[in-house]
């Protein structure tokens, strides 16, 4: 789970634009500095949930590793293994790693928690919903088979709802990468969900 | 080719967000229908994996619990520090002990003989301050620091006893002041011309430092002399087992079983005494500081509260034994000791009547002019 090792470069350096001091907020982070945690924190929160939301689909586990991740931030910018220039980027990839850390310590499919997770789906009646439970299982199942450079690019196109701009910056890679990636990852998806149902 | 694909998808995709349905998008590339069909249907599936809202509760869960870690590396960060604090010096202290044990216990062990000028004296000073850093209550300290003190003291005398001219520092509390000649907690000291002197005049009890050199006629020549401020560590006044051994063997054939212990030099001054001259008497019944009395004449000029002035010094008479009726204005005989503080505890005083002013004690037979001058001041060394 020591994500601060294992982040690879081509996530957490891309620099996005942000419009406010980056560098004095990491700062605040180092000093611990509760005020500017908590800015951080509203500011990247809902992303890195999403994106985490995306990859397992479980609300429960999204929230644990979500806030999990922000905890890491906070340690390594006081070892000085954190992000110099883009929070955010450090923080998606921290939340990549984390999810494939969950997914090893679980062990299992991560659309058995799917079931769990959409239970506060609203459907008109059992069979609906069982209809539909059916329906993103597969999906969810379908999606899992995918590498983990497709899993990303689809959560961040369609977890996060990043342009495929801001998505390119975030996995540094350039946008004709990205738009190769992600169409790649869809049809691989739209087969695999194919293969699912033949089963 | 893919190109061309990836670009009409992009398309596709954002027409898609603007709400047109799949079939309807499909007609902008008609030629790309069945490599865009499956994959709009497959981004379909995929976006409803995403989770469009956060709920409120779910951020401020996940905001406590991260504010809350950031709370415990705070404390755990103070603790780190305060316990670093005690580690770096506990590690540099054990360091050191490992460097000395292993590399100069027999040098340290040499060295504790050692008199300034000898090549080993700097190591004894080194590991005394090494000796002082083991030692953490204020208490400990101190004693150490007075224990050093009269280890100056135990130097001097033998570069004195050896007559070899050294370079000394040392602390000490004036007992005696007789023109240029001075006692310095037991260690005579000359005041010279070139000798500095601090502004204030230096009174009997003062806690002074002295920078010197020890010469061969068993005196210091004081460079400089100056006031300590209040607090400073200052030797023992006891006297040791060297000096009392010393002393008795140097003085007991001048003034008999009960030594009095004065230096040659001062002994020799006697006949030229003018004002009154104290007195170390080595009294083996007496303990601790009271072991080193001394004995004054002089008169009283006020007595306040305990407090009395015998030529213009002040003295602490709660342990007095009062002999006599003493008025302001008495010629007295007192015995007494220097306290820890400096002040001069008397703990015998007695009237002397004129007649016997100059008879009080053998060493001081020659003051003719003492009772005439007793009263108005001590000769302080104010020279």
């Known amino acids: 789970m020591n994500a601060q090792n294992t982040i690879p470069s081509k996530w957490g350096l891309a620099n996005i634009m942000t419009g406010y001091d980056e560098n004095s907020e990491l700062e605040g982070l180092k000093n611990l500095d509760s005020k500017v945690i908590g800015t951080v924190y509203d500011r990247y929160f809902p992303e890195v949930y999403r994106f985490i939301y995306y990859r397992l689909g479980d609300e429960q586990v999204a929230e644990d590793i979500s806030s999990d991740v922000f905890v890491r931030l906070l340690e390594a910018v006081k070892k000085q293994r954190g992000p110099r220039t883009n929070v955010k980027g450090w923080l998606l990839s921290t939340a990549s790693h984390a999810v494939a850390d969950y997914l090893r310590q679980v062990y299992r499919r991560p659309v058995e928690e799917l079931q769990e997770s959409t239970s506060d789906d609203s459907v008109p009646s059992l069979v609906d919903e069982i209809d539909h439970r059916e329906k993103v299982y597969s999906i969810r199942d379908a999606y899992a088979q995918l590498t983990p450079d497709q899993q990303n690019v689809l959560a961040l196109r369609f977890g996060d709802g990043y342009s495929l701009e801001e998505t390119a910056r975030v996995m540094q890679k350039n946008v004709n990468a990205i738009k190769a990636l992600q169409f790649r990852a869809l049809a691989a998806l739209q087969r695999n969900i194919g293969e699912v149902a033949n089963e | ?383």
Not at chain 2, 173 to 197: F, N, R
Not at chain 2, 205 to 222: D, H, K, L, S
Not at chain 2, 293 to 316: C, L, M
């Open chain 2, 1 to 383: 080719m893919n190109e061309k694909l990836y670009d009409a998808f992009d398309v596709c995709v954002k027409a898609l967000e603007t709400g047109a349905d799949i079939e309807a998008v499909l007609k902008l590339y008609p030629e790309m229908t069945d490599e865009l069909r499956p994959v709009l249907e497959a981004l379909i599936q995929a976006q409803s994996l995403s989770t469009k809202t956060v709920s409120e509760d779910t951020v401020r869960r996940g905001r406590a619990r991260v504010l809350q870690h950031a709370t415990l590396m705070r404390e755990s960060s103070r603790r780190q520090r305060k316990l670093g604090f005690v580690f770096r010096r506990l590690a540099a202290s054990l360091a050191l002990t490992f460097v000395l044990l292993l590399g100069g216990t027999g040098i340290v062990s040499a060295s504790a003989g050692a008199l300034p000028g000898d090549n080993l004296y700097p190591v004894k000073r080194t590991w005394e301050t090494v000796r002082l850093w083991f030692v953490f209550s204020p208490e400990g300290r101190e004693e150490l620091e007075s224990e050093y003190e009269q280890e100056r003291l135990d130097e001097i005398d033998e570069l004195l006893g050896q007559g070899r001219e050294e370079v000394i520092a040392f602390y000490g509390i004036v007992t005696t002041q007789d023109g240029e000649y001075w006692l310095v907690s037991g260690v005579p000291v000359q005041i010279t011309a070139k000798t500095q002197l601090p502004a204030e005049t230096v009174s009997i009890g003062a806690p002074v430092t002295v920078v010197g050199r020890t010469n061969a006629q068993g005196f210091i020549e004081a460079q400089m002399l100056g006031v300590l401020a209040p607090g400073v560590s200052l030797p023992p006044l006891e006297p040791n087992e060297s000096t009392s051994d010393k002393n008795e063997s140097n003085e007991a054939d001048d003034h008999g079983e009960n030594a009095v212990l004065v230096t040659p030099q001062a002994a020799d001054r006697d006949s030229g005494v003018t004002t009154p001259q104290p007195q170390v008497e080595n009294n083996n019944n007496l303990q601790d500081e009271q072991s080193r009395t001394f004995e004054f004449r002089g008169v009283v000029s006020s007595q306040k509260d305990g407090i009395w002035v015998i030529n213009g010094q002040q003295v602490d008479m709660s342990q007095a034994d009062i002999i006599g009726n003493i008025q302001n204005g008495t010629f007295v005989k007192l015995n007494g000791y220097y306290g820890l503080d400096g002040r001069f505890i008397v703990t015998k005083i007695e009237q002397r009547d004129d007649n016997n002013k100059n008879s009080g004690s053998s060493d001081n037979s020659n003051n003719d002019n003492r009772g005439d001058e007793g009263g108005q001041e001590d000769n302080k060394g104010d020279d």
